[in-house]
């Protein structure tokens, strides 16, 4: 957010209403694979660190944990794949703020702000360099988190083919066994995963700090697509130069029910204030 825009935002003065936008950012293909994502990779996790070093054992006639987890994992592996082609799909057909532009650190603009935004986690800048949608470092970052899902993705579907024998999966992925060994596969697809647990802690952090340095809402605007923001701050956003149009709602169901709430009640008050009155008879 440059100073002008975080000024606004971050005064102790009133703001006036008109200032402040409710911007739809995220849209919900955008937001349901996020969390489509976080789901599958807390499941994929759990069953394959358990197909790694099976931490239960499981005891009894007919218990057979290690094919029943081995399945739920190949399930979510699956869940997982459908969510990255969907996310793949909007980078082409979503919002300014889901394309695949937002993801490259494309001309100076972007780098400027990526470097902007390192110097400030290394705490040397003090105002992080804000966006209406990510800010150039977390879509770059977005974009590593995306090639380790690819990697991910095929890494598992060479192993699992490597016990299924499919031919239509073999087709597809039968090429990786050739250039990496199904050892080697094995050992990326099982470190990836400590890469993602690693990021989750990063982004947890870094969600929460810029949500509190922008004041826009930024943790909610994953769960309800807006973002609150100055209303100079989204038209000076290097995205909004490229976009046709002001993505920017009117204020949301909450406030307008409060609104219907207080025209009803400003109703009933005016038609009981023109009503006669009826005279006390002393
Ligand atoms: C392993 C778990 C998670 C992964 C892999 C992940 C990954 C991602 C990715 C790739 C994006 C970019 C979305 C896009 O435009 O495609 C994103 C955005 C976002 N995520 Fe997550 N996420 C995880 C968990 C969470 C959790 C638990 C929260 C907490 C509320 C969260 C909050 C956010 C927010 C606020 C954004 C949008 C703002 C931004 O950073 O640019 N994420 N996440």
Redesign the pocket.
């Known amino acids: 957010m440059n100073a002008a825009a975080r000024s606004v935002a971050q005064t102790a003065v009133p703001v006036p209403a008109e200032k402040i936008v409710r911007v739809y950012v ?1 849209q919900w293909p ?1 937001r349901i ?2 969390w489509v ?2 789901l599958s ?2 499941v994929l996790s759990f069953t394959g660190y358990y197909l790694y070093d099976p931490f239960i054992i499981s005891r009894g006639h007919g218990a057979f944990l290690m094919g029943t987890v081995r399945f739920i994992h190949e399930v979510s592996g699956f869940v997982f794949l459908a969510a990255f082609l969907v ?1 793949a799909y909007w980078f082409f057909k979503g919002n300014r ?2 394309r695949w532009r ?1 993801f490259l650190l494309i001309g100076r603009e972007q780098w400027r702000g990526a470097l902007n935004m390192l110097r400030y986690y290394l705490f040397l800048r003090r105002e992080p360099e804000s966006r209406v ?3 150039p470092l ?2 770059a970052t ?1 974009t590593v ?2 090639t380790l899902v690819v990697i991910e993705i095929l890494t598992g579907l060479a192993l699992f083919n490597h016990a299924l024998h499919s031919s239509v999966l073999g087709f597809f992925i039968g090429w990786l066994p050739w250039l990496i060994s199904v050892q080697y596969l094995r050992e990326i697809h099982f470190f990836v995963m400590f890469i ?1 647990w690693a ?2 802690i990063h ?2 952090y ?2 929460w700090l ?2 509190i340095e922008e004041r826009s809402g ?2 909610g ?3 309800s697509g807006y973002k609150v923001l100055p209303a100079d701050f989204v038209a000076a956003d290097p995205a909004s130069r490229r976009a046709k149009g002001f993505p920017v709602v009117g204020p949301g169901w909450a406030y307008r029910r409060l609104r219907r709430k207080a025209t009803a009640e400003k109703k009933a008050s005016a038609v009981s204030a023109s009503m006669p009155q009826t005279k006390s008879s002393d």
Do not use: E, T
Request: without cysteine; aromatic residues 26%; positive net charge.
């Open positions: 995220w955008v694979v996020h994502i976080f990779i807390g996310r703020w889901a937002q949608g990510h800010n977390a879509g977005y988190v995306y993602f990021f989750f982004h947890i870094s969600a810029m949500g930024l943790v605007s994953i769960f």
